[in-house]
T-cell receptor, first 113, second 112 residues
Framework: GAVVSQHPSWVICKSGTSVKIECRSL??????MFWYRQFPKQSLMLMAT?????????EQGVEKDKFLINHASLTLSTLTVTSAHPEDSSFYIC?????????FGPGTRLLVL | KQEVTQIPAALSVPEGENLVLNCSFT??????LQWFRQDPGKGLTSLLL?????REQTSGRLNASLDKSSGRSTLYIAASQPGDSATYLC???????????FGTGTKLQVIP
């Protein structure tokens, strides 16, 4: 089956630093990748959609300068949380798709101190 | 805009009981519907994927049904076990070819 990996699985950083999270489709080429955020005891909320080689489309209320998304190849997308603050602490999950089905990564837990 | 609701929000049952989780969605023009399991602090585990042309899917003790016209799906868990304790999420496409909206989740606790 389709496998999606994320790295790192968890990260702790100081306020003001930037954090990069990688999402890889291991056994298929993903034309589209998605980034979700999940706050404690809440469901997943879509942050942005990215297509390989083009700019990401951000959902309403998500700051594109805060959450930089790069989808440089058909198997890799990165999310960079710039100048992270404690309120950015969350669980970030990516998904990858080459059809109408999305395959989800295991998630990255970010804690900003 | 697709809205997905899951009822109940939380459920506690004794081991061995059969149970049903409900998912309702407002836009019935969907390609498929997925059920996921999420353990505390973990990512998503895909349980079942139902295509829009299907009425149900089965995997082991799990059976998911889909009624597009009424905007409903159910996840049936037979002979529940303590290891089934987790949050169950349904997800449906929304607002475009591949966007997905997640439900609010049902937190299940199976008591030994």
């Amino acid at each position: 089956g389709a496998v999606v990996s994320q790295h790192p699985s968890w990260v702790i950083c100081k306020s003001g630093t930037s954090v990069k999270i990688e999402c890889r489709s291991l056994d298929f080429q993903a034309t589209t990748m998605f980034w979700y955020r999940q706050f404690p005891k809440q469901s997943l909320m879509l942050m942005a959609t990215s297509n390989e080689g083009s700019k990401a489309t951000y959902e309403q209320g998500v700051e594109k300068d805060k959450f930089l998304i790069n989808h440089a190849s058909l198997t890799l997308s990165t999310l960079t949380v710039t100048s992270a603050h404690p309120e950015d602490s969350s669980f970030y999950i990516c998904s990858a798709s080459n059809t109408e089905t999305q395959y989800f990564g295991p998630g990255t837990r970010l804690l900003v101190l | 805009k697709q809205e997905v609701t899951q009822i109940p929000a939380a459920l506690s049952v004794p081991e061995g009981e059969n149970l049903v989780l409900n998912c309702s969605f407002t836009d019935s023009a969907i390609y498929n519907l997925q059920w996921f399991r999420q353990d505390p602090g973990k990512g998503l585990t895909s349980l079942l994927l139902i295509q829009s042309s299907q009425r149900e899917q089965t995997s082991g003790r799990l059976n998911a049904s889909l009624d597009k016209s009424s905007g409903r799906s159910t996840l049936y868990i037979a002979a529940s076990q303590p290891g089934d304790s987790a949050t169950y999420l349904c997800a449906v496409p929304s607002g475009g070819y591949q966007k997905v909206t997640f439900g609010t989740g049902t937190k299940l606790q199976v008591i030994p």
